[in-house]
């Protein structure tokens, strides 16, 4: 089980972090990942990280500003944002999956619930 939380109102070029904790350990093959859905639109990723805390890949609209990140000890992900812009507002998701990192939503068996960001202009 993931619970995802941090989300909320925040000014362009404001900062958030978000958190995602999973309930039981996390083995050394799983990938964490956190994605976004904006209001009529595809969810999408944001960053992927391998259990050795590897990211290989982020979204060219929030490269250079958003940061994952996990803590194996705390079975958590995080995800800060920086510079945020109006058109980060969305439903940000965690997600974990076993084996290789992806950034295809549909091989992520497991989600968290989602926290709402708003980015105000």
């Known amino acids: 089980q993931l619970q995802a939380s941090g989300g909320g109102l925040v000014q362009a070029g404001g900062s958030l972090r978000l958190s995602c904790a999973a309930s039981?350990?996390?083995?050394?093959?799983?990938?964490l990942a956190w994605f976004r859905q904006a209001p009529g639109l595809q969810r999408e990723i944001v960053a992927p990280?391998?259990?050795?805390?590897?990211?290989?890949y982020y979204a060219d609209s929030m490269k250079g500003r958003f940061t994952i990140s996990r803590d194996n000890a705390k079975n958590a992900v995080y995800l800060q944002m920086n510079s945020l812009k109006p058109e980060d507002t969305a439903v940000y998701y965690c997600?974990?999956?076993?084996?290789?990192?992806?950034?295809?939503?549909?091989?992520?068996?497991?989600w968290g619930q989602g926290t709402l960001v708003t980015v105000s202009s």
């Open positions: 990280i391998s259990w050795s805390g590897a990211s290989t």
């Open positions: 997600a974990a999956r076993y084996g290789t990192s992806s950034w295809n939503r549909y091989e992520y068996p497991y």
């Open positions: 039981g350990r996390t083995p050394s093959n799983s990938v």
